[in-house]
């Protein structure tokens, strides 16, 4: 069974910095896609950024310019680097991949941002 391991997260003041870091452990190959959702308390999830295993990456509009996204493809393993947060970041920060059609998600790790 694939499973999502995050870590990272927790609590910072506007325009401090958090770094998320998940990996896809006993997967005998690497992933095409990995990549960060957020959803915040009476919001659906969003895209936050993606990247494929052959390098190109996509971000959220609201993100550009402060969060990169990278991922190490031996490892299957993604890190989201987040800076110059802000309090509109606030939410729980989900790490996705998706395997022969079939999306998978880590356990979620809250991110929040003080003013």
């Known amino acids: 069974q694939v499973q999502l391991v995050e870590s990272g997260g927790g609590w910072v003041q506007a325009g401090g910095s958090l770094r998320l870091s998940c990996a896809v452990p006993?997967?005998?190959?690497?992933?095409?896609?990995m990549g960060w959702y957020r959803q915040a308390p009476g919001k659906q999830r969003e895209l936050v950024a993606t990247v494929t295993s052959g390098g190109p990456t996509n971000y959220a509009d609201s993100v550009k310019g402060r969060f990169t996204i990278s991922r190490d493809n031996a490892e299957n393993t993604v890190w989201l680097q987040m800076n110059s947060l802000k309090a509109g970041d606030t939410a729980v920060y989900y790490c996705n991949t998706r395997i022969f059609g079939i999306n998978y998600w880590g356990q979620g790790t809250q991110v929040t941002v003080s003013s």
């Open positions: 006993g997967v005998g190959f690497s992933v095409t896609t």
